[in-house]
């Protein structure tokens, strides 16, 4: 298979879904710079497959406050660890092996706490992870080899695959409520719009016939 076909290849859409988040643990209040957490954020495949087939690199961005904030994962896992003690939103920069595909950023806020009295207190590891689909429409024909090659392996079901339906479930269950909201909205302004117009075209209306009576009140 040539590295450099990049023909597109029209019609096609591919859907990788991906799982992105980070791990936390406390271990104490480190003196010598106050460090509470040890914490590992990544990008990770939905199912069991090589990511690195058709990822090339990862960039994460953290607080300015680390010494080299931007750093690059160049092969899997495609992960950072690192100690602090606060929140703060990462940005997470995802490159492919075609460099023609546009990277997909995405954004995740850090959580070193769980939720409930004393939790900064808790040794019991905290979980933060999401649900994301990428879509490749119309890639390039190399792209679309590499992306059927990891489509093609069939790994079995393990207890990361059940836990990540269950992130899948509820992400798209949020989704569908979202667009329901908004689809609500989107109805309700349209009234409210059609309303405004009719308002206004009342308002012009009576203006004219305003501008009607004083005309002819000025021409007698």
């Given at each position: 298979?040539?590295t450099n076909d990049l023909t597109r290849?029209?019609?096609?859409?591919?859907?990788?879904?991906?799982?992105?988040?980070?791990?936390?643990?406390?271990?104490?209040?480190?003196?010598?710079?106050?460090?509470?957490?040890?914490?590992?954020?990544?990008?990770?495949?939905?199912?069991?497959?090589?990511?690195?087939?058709?990822?090339?690199?990862?960039?994460?961005?953290?607080?300015?406050?680390?010494?080299?904030?931007?750093?690059?994962?160049?092969?899997?896992?495609?992960?950072?660890?690192?100690?602090?003690?606060?929140?703060?939103?990462?940005?997470?920069?995802?490159?492919?092996?075609?460099?023609?595909?546009?990277?997909?950023?995405?954004?995740?806020?850090?959580?070193?706490?769980?939720?409930?009295?004393?939790?900064?207190?808790?040794?019991?590891?905290?979980?933060?992870?999401?649900?994301?689909?990428?879509?490749?429409?119309?890639?390039?024909?190399?792209?679309?080899?590499?992306?059927?090659?990891?489509?093609?392996?069939?790994?079995?079901i393990d207890e990361n695959n059940l836990?990540?339906?269950?992130?899948?479930?509820?992400?798209?269950?949020?989704?569908?409520?979202?667009?329901?909201?908004?689809?609500?909205?989107?109805?309700?302004?349209?009234?409210?719009?059609?309303?405004?117009?009719?308002?206004?075209?009342?308002?012009?209306?009576?203006?004219?016939?305003?501008?009607?009576?004083?005309?002819?009140?000025?021409?007698?």
């Amino acid at each position: 298979m040539a590295t450099n076909d990049l023909t597109r290849v029209k019609g096609t859409s591919i859907v990788k879904p991906i799982i992105y988040g980070n791990t936390a643990t406390y271990f104490g209040k480190r003196h010598e710079d106050g460090h509470t957490h040890k914490w590992c954020v990544y990008v990770r495949p939905y199912v069991n497959e090589d990511i690195g087939t058709w990822v090339k690199k990862v960039h994460f961005k953290l607080h300015d406050s680390y010494e080299s904030p931007t750093r690059v994962i160049q092969k899997p896992p495609f992960e950072v660890s690192e100690t602090g003690w606060g929140e703060f939103e990462l940005v997470i920069k995802i490159f492919f092996q075609d460099t023609s595909e546009r990277p997909v950023t995405l954004y995740h806020v850090l959580k070193l706490y769980s939720n409930g009295q004393d939790s900064e207190l808790s040794e019991k590891p905290v979980l933060s992870e999401f649900y994301e689909e990428i879509i490749f429409q119309d890639p390039s024909t190399y792209m679309k080899y590499v992306l059927n090659d990891t489509l093609s392996k069939n790994p079995p079901i393990d207890e990361n695959n059940l836990h990540y339906e269950r992130i899948k479930k509820t992400t798209v269950e949020k989704m569908i409520k979202s667009r329901k909201r908004v689809q609500e909205h989107t109805v309700m302004y349209k009234e409210r719009l059609k309303k405004l117009r009719e308002t206004i075209n009342k308002f012009k209306d009576e203006i004219c016939a305003l501008q009607s009576q004083c005309s002819s009140s000025a021409l007698r």
